[in-house]
């Protein structure tokens, strides 16, 4: 049988005082004596006495809550994202309520669902890989909690976001392969919706064309960007007439799936085909050979977007013009990719 929670209202009952008198004692109010308060306090420990913070929130209209969606927590990336996220919310004096929505739109939309029934205070998004369209984020719109989004947003819907520059990601990991002789340059692609995927192809296209490099669609595979995707489109590339020198990974995970497919077939990374990622992870520093990455500066985008989201707490949202802020990416260079001495 479920034990009965203690209120305010036992309490009160209890040392016969009214009821707003023992809730302004367990607040802290300066009208309340010490030795009333003390009384309060006693009883409340004796009866395990917990707040009620979300009927507080309604009360309020606040909560010092912020709700954050991810796709996910594995990984090195949103971990530092919601470290980041964590540490200078937490010295504004909010808490953070997490959910994942697990790379699923559906579950993304039960996400703000439950955020906005937690009376959060503004709400933090990274969409899944499957959400195409903004319709769940108009209700938190209608109801005038800030929203920030951060890393991934939908392409051509105009928000206030913190995002990395991924085109110059891009751009620079191609570069630098291309400065290391390569010039048969594959790409595995994500999702074209999402911005990052979006500006990473695009960099990688400028940069081929800067370099008077000829594109060739058919070095070009798009995927989920996972392990098993990686180690997919490698094997395919690899059953080409010509195979490529180089390959420009979106994502870290796919790029260890292609270099998993790469060692099966006894061919040298970089010497025979030279290999690049994205995000940085962890495990990029423990894989043989270390893979070059891009690092997106996690916690840093995560404090801004919580600095950006504070700020429109602060304000009107529906008064606001949508704000951006634009992170710059640095090129990790590790062996899998330097081919010659730099």
Same mark, same amino acid.
């Given at each position: 049988m479920a034990t009965k929670r203690t209120s305010i209202s036992d309490i009160a009952k209890e040392l016969n005082l009214a009821v707003s008198t023992v809730s302004r004692a367990l607040s802290g109010h300066s009208r309340i004596s010490e030795a009333t308060s003390k009384r309060v306090w006693k009883l409340a420990e004796k009866l395990n006495y917990q707040p009620n913070h979300l009927a507080a929130a309604l009360r309020k209209g606040r909560s010092n809550t912020l709700g954050v969606i991810v796709p996910h927590i594995d990984g090195h990336f949103f971990a530092l994202v919601i470290k980041g996220v964590e540490a200078v919310a937490n010295k504004a004096g909010y808490n953070v309520m997490l959910c994942q929505s697990n790379e699923d739109y559906v579950h993304e939309q039960k996400n703000i669902e439950t955020l906005m029934n937690a009376q959060v205070d503004g709400v933090l998004v990274s969409l899944a890989r499957t959400t195409h369209d903004f319709k769940h984020f108009e209700k938190v719109r209608k109801r005038d909690i800030p929203l920030v989004f951060f890393d991934r947003i939908l392409d051509g819907v105009n928000v206030s976001a913190v995002v990395l520059d991924d085109y110059q990601g891009g751009y620079q990991s191609v570069q630098h392969l291309l400065e290391q002789g390569c010039r048969r340059i594959a790409h595995f692609g994500?999702?074209?919706? /999402?911005?990052?995927?979006?500006?990473?192809?695009?960099?990688?296209?400028?940069? +081929?064309?800067?370099?008077? =490099?000829?594109?060739?669609?058919?070095? =070009? =595979?798009?995927?989920?960007?996972? /392990?098993?995707?990686?180690?997919?489109?490698?094997?395919? +590339? /690899?059953?080409?007439p010509q195979r490529p020198d180089a390959v420009f990974s979106a994502s870290d995970f796919s790029a260890v799936g292609a270099l998993q497919v790469l060692k099966q077939h006894q061919l040298r990374i970089p010497q025979d085909i030279a290999l690049t990622g994205f995000s940085n992870e962890t495990f990029a520093s423990f894989t043989e050979p270390m893979l070059t990455s891009v690092d997106q500066r996690c916690e840093e985008m995560g404090g801004a977007a919580v600095r950006l989201l504070l700020e429109m707490v602060q304000e009107r949202p529906t008064q606001l013009s949508p704000r951006k802020i634009l992170l710059q990416p640095q090129l990790v260079v590790r062996e899998s990719s330097r081919c010659r001495q730099e």
């Open positions: 994500g999702p074209q919706h /999402l911005n990052i995927y979006k500006n990473r192809y695009a960099g990688y296209c400028q940069a +081929l064309h800067d370099h008077g =490099v000829p594109f060739d669609q058919e070095l =070009v =595979v798009f995927g989920d960007m996972t /392990l098993a995707d990686g180690m997919r489109s490698m094997t395919e +590339l /690899l059953q080409l």
